[in-house]
């Protein structure tokens, strides 16, 4: 069975950093593309960053360019995102999620873990 | 990139009514590389249809998808309890891949 269970969320001050990582289950990490999703408080779904599967092809959102990076360990089967300079809209439950299929390096996500709440404030 | 807009924004049936959710973008979008998603309120979103049309594992035939180009729709042909939830489309022929904003399937 797929599993991928978010940790690392919590309150943190403007400006301020948090990692964020998914420990992923039930299927060869290493052979798929990954990435994180966010979803503000009862608002819609923010694509964040994707990997590739061999620490190649990563891509990040405008919105989150030069703050965030994103990485996996595949020997972990761990996929992080290391988030820097945080801001009051970066509020959101950040999911992480398998893309089984790309074109062009643009996926779609099959499995998502259940999020993990990241709340900026001061 | 591509701009999805969701219709209608809430759709207010009773259990047994068929759902018809349109998902239009902004320009076409390639190879119909669509997906649809359904979120119950503190849950994970599930995949329902990818390319445009296809059953994702495990989901009930009476949900499908259809379109091409510019205008995709789901179409969930009787609604079962467990069905009422918000529902996205999302695209992945461009990037960055873009979500609509949703559509909220309530009971009447």
């Known amino acids: 069975e797929v599993q991928l269970v978010e940790s690392g969320g919590g309150l943190v001050k403007p400006g301020g950093s948090l990692r964020l990582s998914c420990a992923a289950s039930?299927?060869?990490?290493?052979?798929?593309?990954m990435n994180w999703v966010r979803q503000a408080p009862g608002k819609g779904l923010e694509w964040v960053s994707s990997i590739g599967s061999i620490n190649t092809y990563i891509y990040y959102a405008d919105s989150v360019k030069g703050r965030f990076t994103i990485s996996r360990d595949n020997a972990k089967n761990s996929l992080y995102l290391q988030m820097n300079s945080l801001r009051a809209e970066d509020t959101a439950v950040y999911f992480c999620?398998?893309?089984?299929?790309?074109?062009?390096?643009?996926?779609?996500?099959?499995?998502w873990g259940q999020g993990t709440l990241v709340t900026v404030s001061s | 990139e591509i701009v999805l807009t969701q219709s209608p924004g809430t759709l207010s049936l009773s259990p047994g009514e068929r759902a018809t959710l349109s998902c239009r973008a902004s320009?076409?979008?390639?190879?119909?590389?669509l997906v649809w998603y359904q979120q119950k309120p503190g849950q994970a979103p599930r995949l329902l249809i990818y390319g445009a049309s296809r059953r994702a594992t495990g989901i009930p035939d009476r949900f499908s998808g259809s379109g091409s180009g510019t205008d995709f729709t789901l179409t969930i042909s009787r609604l079962e309890p467990e069905d009422f939830a918000v529902y996205y489309c999302q695209q992945y022929g461009s990037s960055p891949r873009t979500f609509g904003q949703g559509t909220k399937v309530e009971i009447k």
């Open positions: 999620a398998r893309d089984p299929y790309c074109d062009g390096g643009t996926c779609y996500s099959d499995y």
């Open positions: 039930g299927f060869t990490f290493s052979g798929y593309y």
């Open positions: 320009q076409s979008v390639s190879s119909s590389n």
